[in-house]
């Protein structure tokens, strides 16, 4: 089988990034984006750090087993605080902050795709918790102001924007001074094989987007955010290998490239960062 190759160009992959994740929004595809899996959407979570309790007061819908790790966990967050959710998806770590910043807090979740801005916005009239609102946007483009944000996250979605460089620019822009990140996110220890690079389904599912650790905490540092710590670094297709064994094994067949000559690259990483006070 070829593999789907990459057109030249960040808009082609970003029109896939979003009708995949459309489809997976409708259920007209079950899972299959980032951290996909054949066990429940509850157990995949489980399996990436959230607790059985947070995950059980979540409204129906907003859990939809994807990302790469549990990130609120290490947020602290406090109430009163407005908190970014980036890629927010079916609104799981978006309400799971709301809970946590209570009702004198406020919680923006943003996302791309239309169909999981429905879907998030209708388990929000479920859910009763009014300091949390959903708006569509580009992640390049936050529809958020300036020095507004206490406290961002993201979930396993930077990797599938081409432009990482100017996500993390608007990031800077819509912290307050002082005000910190915690991402969890898909980094590569050295560059993949030009074919699984260039596969489609390989960058809609956070592996060919992601960028090189030393690329990336470069491009996070010169939007300004420092303080960068490493939380959380595990390998990310021996996780997949567990959770979808399937589908790493479609890849190998896809790309002609053995499982054994990616082994250690791909890892899921979670960290904080820091925008300064100066």
Do not use: W
């Not at 959407?41 to 990302?67: D, H, I, T, V």
């Not at 890629?87 to 807090?105: C, N, Y």
């Not at 054994?260 to 960290?271: A, K, L, N, Q």
Request: with cysteine.
């Amino acid at each position: 089988m070829s593999a789907m190759k990459i057109v030249e160009g960040a808009e082609p992959i970003v029109g896939e990034v979003q009708k995949r994740y459309g489809r997976i929004a409708t259920g007209e595809l079950a899972g299959c984006g980032c951290g996909c899996g054949s066990s429940s959407e509850a157990e995949l979570s489980k399996q990436l750090g959230y607790g059985a309790a947070e995950l059980e007061a979540l409204p129906e819908g907003a859990n939809l087993g994807l990302g790469c790790g549990a990130p609120l966990a290490h947020l602290a967050l406090a109430p009163g605080e407005t908190v970014l959710d980036l890629g927010s998806g079916g609104g799981i770590d978006a309400f799971l902050a709301a809970q946590r910043v209570g009702p004198a807090g406020r919680v923006i979740g943003v996302d791309m795709t239309p169909e999981m801005i429905a879907r998030a916005r209708a388990a929000a009239e479920r859910s009763g918790l009014a300091q949390v609102e959903f708006r569509q946007g580009r992640l390049e483009a936050l529809p958020v102001e300036d020095g507004t944000v206490d406290a961002a996250t993201s979930n396993c979605v930077i990797n599938l924007v081409p432009d990482k460089g100017a996500v993390f620019r608007e990031v800077a822009r819509v912290l307050k001074p002082g005000g910190r990140l915690v991402v969890s996110d898909i980094l590569l220890e050295r560059p993949l094989p030009a074919a699984i690079a260039r596969d489609v389904l390989a960058y809609v599912g956070c592996v060919a987007g992601a960028e090189t650790r030393e690329r990336y905490f470069g491009l996070l540092a010169a939007a300004g955010l420092g303080e960068i710590e490493v939380l959380r670094d595990v390998d990310y297709l021996e996780s997949l290998l567990a959770a979808a064994p399937e589908e790493v094994e479609a890849l190998a067949e896809r790309t002609g490239v053995a499982i054994d000559e990616v082994r250690g690259v791909v890892r899921s990483v979670t960290y904080r960062a820091v925008k300064p006070r100066g």
